[in-house]
């Protein structure tokens, strides 16, 4: 343990040494192209290329280097290892808000998801950028704890004028919230009256708010105390498969609104 990692610390300490490692481990490289994309002088590239033989991790071919078949070993490691902190520190400020027990994918797959959070100007960011989604899709499906009256009117809108498509798996407490206000009532009960919109009522509950609008999944990510606390958005293939096979489940598991409450 204590060899590999000083190996690791090896390479941690010169991003040089990664980049170097990296660019053979793709393919063959002279020292001046490898100072050209690497910006390291031709002392420091001595000296990285000496280290890489002693370990076996590159070859000279010619006059240009390559790795070796433990080198791209290493290369892969270090890059995956890379990537994971990448992505784990982005999400760092939100993890504890992400609903992980019921993500069943890779969280490597967030790694180019865009993060929305709440601002001193822009408190409301999340929300906004969720209901920005809303109003260009096509194809809209959901499944949510919530379903807002800002929501609600651009969802009817949109399906009215024949530009979206929209179904939907909401919570009790969602449908109640709106059906306890006359203006809201009539809102949903308008959207129910169009053919390209469907909502169904979940009587177990959705414990998680995310949007599939077109390509694009958005999730809701809120406190235990309900406080909106950042938004997610990706269209990575695997999360959007997670978010289809989740709306999937929840929505054969529900029942039509008009059979679980009197609008």
């Known amino acids: 343990m204590e060899s590999a990692l000083a190996e690791m610390e090896f390479l941690a300490l010169s991003a040089n040494r990664v980049d170097v490692l990296r660019l053979l481990s793709e393919s063959a490289h002279t020292r001046g192209k490898l ?53 784990e520190r982005d999400l760092r400020g ?21 993060i929305t ?22 194809d809209v499906r959901t499944f949510s704890h919530a379903f807002n009256d800002q929501t609600l009117q651009i969802v009817l809108e949109r399906v009215s004028a ?34 390209n919109a469907a909502v169904r009522v979940r009587q177990s ?6 949007m599939l609008a077109d390509d694009t999944v958005h999730l809701l990510l809120r406190d235990d105390d309900g406080v909106l606390r950042a938004a997610l958005e990706t269209t990575n293939p695997e999360v959007r498969a997670w978010a289809e ?3 999937e489940s929840h929505w054969d598991d529900a029942a039509p609104v008009s059979d679980a409450f009197s609008l």
Do not use: C, K
């Not at 929209?166 to 809102?187: H, K, N, Y």
């Open 245 to 247: 096979r989740t709306f």
């Open 162 to 195: 024949g530009e979206q498509s929209f179904e939907g798996v909401f919570s009790p407490d969602a449908i109640e919230a709106l059906a306890a206000d006359d203006q809201l009532r009539r809102g949903l009960r308008d959207l129910l009256r169009e053919p």
């Open 94 to 114: 939100i993890v504890r808000y992400l609903p992980s027990d019921a993500m069943d994918f890779d969280l490597r797959h967030l790694a180019d998801a865009t």
């Open 35 to 87: 100072a050209a994309e690497t910006g390291a002088s031709q002392a420091t590239l001595g000296r990285i290329i000496e280290d890489f033989e002693d370990r076996s991790w590159i070859r000279r071919e010619g006059g240009a280097y390559v790795a070796t078949a433990t080198g791209r070993i290493v290369a892969e490691g270090v890059t995956d290892l890379l990537d994971i902190l990448d992505t």
């Open 117 to 138: 959070t709440p601002s001193q100007t822009r408190p409301n960011a999340p929300l906004q950028r969720l209901l920005d989604l809303l109003r260009d899709a096509e």
């Open 205 to 210: 509950g959705v414990p998680t708010a995310v």
